[in-house]
């Protein structure tokens, strides 16, 4: 069975940092495709960053490039998500998903699906921005 769990969300004035992490288990990490979403209150949900399986490649919402930087660790099963420079708008509840890849699926094609099957994500973390 699949599992995510999300944390290090938090309070942080605008400029500064946090970093997320998603701890997973109960299947081959490095086969999977991880993503980062997130939803804010009144807003739809929106992919924020993505892992391909082995690390290979990533993608970022215009948004968040040049601040957020996602990376994996195989030997702790984890992603995470650095964010820098944080502006009031990134203010939401942060969830990962994940979905197999091995390889055959572009990060677009990943993160539809992670996205369409937003009701099996957890708990997420919230991270608040104040200005």
């Known amino acids: 069975e699949v599992q995510l769990v999300e944390s290090g969300g938090g309070l942080v004035q605008a400029g500064g940092s946090l970093r997320l992490s998603c701890a997973a288990s109960g299947f081959t990490f490095e086969n999977y495709a991880i993503g980062w979403f997130r939803q804010a209150p009144g807003k739809e949900r929106e992919g924020v960053s993505c892992i391909s399986s082995g690390a290979r490649s990533t993608y970022y919402t215009d948004s968040v490039k040049g601040r957020f930087t996602i990376s994996s660790d195989n030997a702790k099963n984890t992603v995470y998500l650095q964010m820098n420079s944080l502006k009031p708008e990134d203010t939401a509840v942060y969830y990962c998903?994940?979905?197999?890849?091995?390889?055959?699926?572009?990060?677009?094609?990943?993160?539809?699906?992670?996205?369409?099957?937003?009701?099996?994500w957890g708990q997420g973390t919230q991270v608040t921005v104040s200005s």
């Open positions: 998903a994940a979905v197999y890849s091995a390889g055959r699926l572009s990060l677009a094609q990943a993160m539809g699906i992670m996205n369409a099957d937003f009701r099996s």
